[in-house]
């Protein structure tokens, strides 16, 4: 079974990397390969499947929709777009002066705020729009100008003028807006690609203050903090701020596709009729997942179990081998390593039947569903143990003099 869908993988997609396992079905989480072996799913497909696998309130709401409408088209409008739209901002406390756009990635959704970046520059004569070193905002072009990573950008060039990183200091922000010229700065609140790294204390308040100061915008990438990843459902909500825009994706209908952009204020009239749209963008077979999910996650009060899940997963890996500490909030976790050891400890839990990821050469990334119980809990400790002491085997300690 193994080796033919492994040379139909290498023949038939595009050649962009290797693929692990070829699953076939799941259940909370817990998913099954197709010669039935079981894994513990810690990543979630990338802080995605915020339900786990195979969630009837998602299920149910994906079929019942299907007999119903699936698409119409940005022409006309349906029941659940504009309960969606009142929904998100309402989570994300826009009040009235709130819009929502809803596309069908997080690609998408900061492709659209790239464009409201450049429309809120217009008006203010000023062209720079600022990203941190190490971001990840996608891989479409203009995403991929506000990506700095040499094996992401090269191969691509010449990539969209007008963008510039920034170091993650308070110093360097301050600098970077000294030159006058910045129309926007896109943050993530916790950046997920680069490992789970956190801003300064403080960051996320000094951007506010420089981008108001300076007539810019606050653009957050929440695509992989919000939807409740972090325990509130943007992870701006744990900072004292508002921002101008939010992106969001992944985690917000639980693995059906769809991404968009919540504006504040006026940055919520920069858009007008004619100027940027999807086709499937918003169509009520998303809408109807994204309900589910978010309604479900509200009724059940989830992100109280993902915010004591998240502390408990954080406190108890510290004692681990490798593992010098932990980091992130809620249930979007970086497990730091004394050693690059990353990608040996994941393909060693892979085998153990267990997904986690390394999206650093020192950093395990797990983003569990909200879902999770404490039995996964310790069952993840067991099995994350043994991928540890397995790969400790490998690389023992060097004796100290
Ligand atoms: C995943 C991710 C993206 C890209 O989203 P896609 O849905 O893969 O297009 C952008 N920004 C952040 C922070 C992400 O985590």
């Given at each position: 079974m193994t080796n033919d869908w492994t040379q139909a993988a290498e023949r038939d997609l595009m050649s962009l990397g290797s693929r692990g396992r070829m699953f076939t079905h799941g259940s909370g989480s817990v998913i099954?390969?197709?010669?039935?072996n079981r894994y513990l799913d810690f990543l979630g497909g990338i802080a995605t499947n915020c339900l786990g696998h195979a969630h009837p309130v998602l299920a149910e709401a994906i079929a019942e929709q299907a007999t119903k409408l699936v698409h119409v088209s940005n022409y006309f409008t349906t029941p659940q777009q504009l309960e969606l739209a009142a929904r998100l901002k309402r989570l994300a406390g826009t009040g009235d002066a709130g819009r929502v756009f809803l596309a069908n990635s997080g690609t998408e959704a900061n492709e659209t705020a790239f464009k409201l970046a450049r429309l809120h520059g217009q008006k203010t004569g000023k062209t720079t729009i600022l990203h941190l070193d190490s971001a990840f905002h996608g891989r479409s072009m203009g995403a991929l100008s506000l990506t700095p990573k040499a094996a992401y950008q090269n191969p691509f060039a010449p990539l969209v003028p007008g963008t510039r990183a920034v170091g993650r200091t308070i110093e360097a922000l301050e600098a970077a807006f000294a030159a006058g010229d910045v129309a926007a700065i896109f943050i993530e609140p916790i950046?997920?690609?680069?490992?789970?790294?956190?801003?300064?204390?403080?960051?996320?308040?000094?951007?506010?203050?420089?981008?108001?100061?300076?007539?810019?915008?606050?653009?957050?990438?929440?695509?992989?903090?919000?939807?409740?990843?972090?325990?509130q459902w943007f992870a701006f909500q744990h900072e004292d701020i508002v921002p101008d825009a939010v992106t969001f994706a992944k985690g917000i209908a639980a693995g059906f596709p769809m991404g968009g952009l919540i504006t504040f204020g006026a940055a919520s009239e920069l858009f007008a009729p004619g100027m940027h749209n999807s086709t499937f963008g918003g169509n009520p077979l998303a809408s109807a997942a994204a309900n589910a999910v978010l309604g479900y996650i509200e009724s059940e009060n989830l992100l109280e179990n993902v915010r004591a899940r998240g502390e408990e997963l954080r406190t108890s890996v510290v004692d681990l081998p490798f593992v010098t500490g932990a980091r992130g909030a809620g249930l979007l976790v970086g497990i730091t390593l004394s050693e690059p050891v990353a990608a040996d400890i994941a393909a060693e839990a892979l085998k153990l039947g267990l997904i986690i990821n390394a999206p650093a050469p020192d950093?395990?990334?797990?983003?569990?569903?909200?879902?999770?119980?404490?039995?996964?809990i310790t069952e993840f400790l067991d099995v994350f143990g043994q991928a540890l002491a397995a790969v400790r085997e490998e690389h023992p300690v060097e004796a100290t003099a």
């Open positions: 099954y390969d197709a010669d039935g950046q997920g690609e680069a490992g789970v790294v956190e801003l300064p204390d403080g960051f996320l308040r000094r951007a506010r203050e420089l981008t108001t100061a300076n007539d810019a915008l606050l653009i957050l990438d929440e695509i992989q903090t919000g939807s409740g990843r972090t325990g950093v395990i990334r797990i983003a569990p569903a909200y879902t999770v119980g404490e039995s996964e």
